[in-house]
């Protein structure tokens, strides 16, 4: 700090509190220590502070020191936005226009009155900064130097948000495509489950004999080839055995044997379906992982974690 300067701090009302306790004791004691220094410092400096914020409410909220907004508030000014001095407008954007095409040493730009009138009734939502922003895209980007309202128009924003970044919200591949895969097995496993059991009863209530059930064998299969995500051979009974008693009175015996059957009822467990397909995946590429995270959907650096994790090695 050098005595007798002026010291500007901008957004002082975003100051973290030790911030504001420190400024203050700054200001009430002229003294000040260097960073890696344990001198103390003397120092006779004016401060101009500057905000958005609504100081006095931020007070009240006890998000701002009360002795330092007073002790700040010797001089208060307040600067209209720049909507509420529209006649400033103008001259604001004639001498940015002249700073950029001096920097740039372009052509300097004239405004037409629709476009001045159209200056002067945007509402400005980011005030001076977004107006000179808006002069130096012209004086850059525009190749007419006569500019009209309608060729001014291309610079601002449809509304008043003045072109800000949208965020999209986008999923991350590492973490969640493994997920969804193994979430799509086993409520696709499960429907499939519903619609055989429901085939099944279907042939107990109707007395259908094997012919008729060996009719709907592509569905069958269908609902087994679906399982294996990751497109390999799976293998399905040809024929399924039924048991059907031929005497009539007896309480029907039906079983249907299949290996996958069972499989599937003993265990839906999301980390043992996990490790299968990744197991599935190595076998089908022959151990080449690059291959088998890309038969995955997913990246090279999570299978190798899912590896270890799972104790595949």
Wanted: net charge neutral.
């Amino acid at each position: 700090m050098v005595d007798g300067g002026t010291i500007f701090l901008d957004e002082v009302g975003e100051l973290p509190t030790g911030t504001q306790a420190r400024l203050l004791r700054v200001l009430e004691t002229g003294e000040y220590i260097r960073v890696g220094s344990s001198k103390v410092q003397k120092t006779n400096v004016r401060v101009i502070a500057a905000t958005n914020v609504d100081i006095y409410e931020a007070v009240q909220k006890g998000k701002f020191r009360e002795d330092l907004y007073y002790r700040l508030n010797t001089v208060p000014l307040r600067i209209p936005a720049l909507r509420e001095r529209k006649e400033d407008i103008y001259l604001l954007f004639r001498k940015f226009v002249a700073d950029f095409t001096d920097k740039y040493r372009s052509p300097n730009v004239q405004l037409t009155e629709d476009g001045q009138q159209l200056l002067a009734n945007f509402p400005w939502p980011g005030n001076v900064r977004q107006l000179k922003n808006i002069a130096e895209q012209i004086a850059v980007l525009e190749k007419e130097r006569v500019v009209n309202a309608q060729i001014l128009q291309n610079y601002l924003p449809a509304d008043n948000r003045s072109n800000l970044p949208v965020h999209v919200a986008q999923k991350s591949n590492d973490d969640f495509s493994e997920r969804d895969l193994l979430y799509k097995v086993l409520f696709d496993m499960k429907k499939d489950m519903v619609e055989l059991k429901k085939l099944v009863v279907e042939i107990i209530q109707n007395g259908i004999n094997s012919r008729t059930f060996e009719d709907n064998s592509p569905y069958i299969r269908k609902l087994y080839s679906d399982v294996d995500n990751s497109q390999e051979q799976v293998s399905v009974p040809s024929t399924l055995t039924i048991h059907h008693p031929q005497s009539t009175g007896q309480k029907e015996d039906f079983r249907i044997h299949t290996q996958e059957a069972e499989e599937i009822e003993e265990s839906l467990s999301l980390v043992e379906k996990e490790s299968d397909l990744i197991k599935k995946a190595l076998r089908k590429h022959k151990g080449k992982r690059k291959s088998a995270a890309q038969e995955l959907g997913i990246s090279e650096r999570t299978l190798y974690r899912k590896i270890k994790d799972l104790n595949l090695n």
